[in-house]
């Protein structure tokens, strides 16, 4: 069975992989209105120091980003019973 990148990217998210969940949804060219926001969270992980020399809040940003993905593909934490 073929693996998507969204299927890839709710795996990510269940496991509160969110560095690479971030990383993996910048690459995503549809996003709609949260394109942004992803976008510029993956940057701010990747360099923080250099946004925050600019005056932003790179931890915000990260939080906005993960919000937006949470908001874009809502997941459930389940476990199945058998």
Known sequence: MIITKTQRLI????AD???????????FRILGPHRDTIRFAHECRV???FY????RDPE????AG???LK????????????
């Open 17 to 27: 992989d969110w560095d690479r969940a971030l990383s993996l949804a910048n690459k």
């Open 71 to 82: 908001q874009l593909y809502p997941t459930t934490k389940t476990t199945e019973i058998d």
């Open 66 to 68: 993960i919000a937006a």
């Open 47 to 49: 360099w923080p120091r």
């Open 52 to 55: 925050r020399s600019l005056g």
């Open 60 to 63: 915000a940003a990260v939080a």
């Open 11 to 14: 795996e990510l998210m269940r």
